[in-house]
């Protein structure tokens, strides 16, 4: 079977019904554009979607191997069957395994502090055009604690704190966790509240993926 041309609309897809079903109507109207990636018809609310990932964390699970000769439920081979046709595998299997279309998307990952600076340099200076507010949306393939992702947040905080144009809104997206970030406002760091989470059901991961990869 010929190899699938990598896609990033699958990851764009994946984070617009993540926020459609987590966070409601709002964001049942967005599209997927490019400068940024979700964007408002209106231009009231645009979206880039991006991801993190540590450099040593970036060769992809062997999962031909685990596959073999392992007893595992029929779910769980449904899964795993799904990976390899698809080429894709985030959400699926709690996050262990990186498909082989989607390697390219988190090979070339920066570091969550990098990624982060670079898209708020981009946003501070007009790269995204005109929009009524700004989010970021960043893919973490590495699990992050509560307090990583508070000091994650104060560091966007901090370095947007000085630009006029800035994110108002970031998503941190787990596997099986959505952190949704109000960085409205110069100190946002001092005030609890401000990063709520939503959990993502197994469930909803795999209704998630389908409906991506099918668009």
Not at 4 to 32: H, I, M, P, V
Not at 87 to 95: F, K
Not at 200 to 215: K, T
Request: net charge negative.
């Amino acid at each position: 079977m010929a190899k699938r041309k990598f896609d990033t609309c699958f990851f764009e897809r994946y984070a617009r019904l993540t926020l459609e079903t987590l966070l409601g109507s709002r964001y049942e109207a967005l599209q997927n554009e490019d400068r940024p990636d979700l964007q408002m018809p209106d231009k009231s609310l645009g979206i880039e979607v991006t991801r993190a990932m540590e450099p040593r964390k970036d060769v992809a699970h062997d999962l031909l191997k685990e596959m073999a000769g392992i007893d595992i439920t029929s779910e769980d081979r449904e899964e795993m069957d799904q990976i390899i046709r698809s080429g894709y595998g985030y959400g699926l299997q709690d996050g262990r395994y990186i498909g082989q279309t989607e390697y390219e998307y988190w090979r070339l990952a920066q570091p969550l502090r990098r990624i982060i600076e670079s898209k708020i340099s981009k946003v501070g200076s007009g790269f995204y055009g005109e929009f009524d507010e700004y989010g970021l949306y960043i893919f973490c393939k590495d699990d992050l604690s509560e307090e990583e992702v508070r000091l994650t947040m104060e560091y966007a905080c901090d370095l947007q704190r000085h630009i006029d144009i800035r994110y108002s809104t970031m998503y941190l997206s787990l596997i099986d966790k959505l952190y949704v970030c109000d960085l409205k406002g110069a100190d946002c760091t001092a005030e609890p509240g401000r990063c709520s989470s939503y959990d993502i059901s197994r469930g909803m991961r795999r209704l998630f993926f389908m409906e991506a990869y099918a668009e």
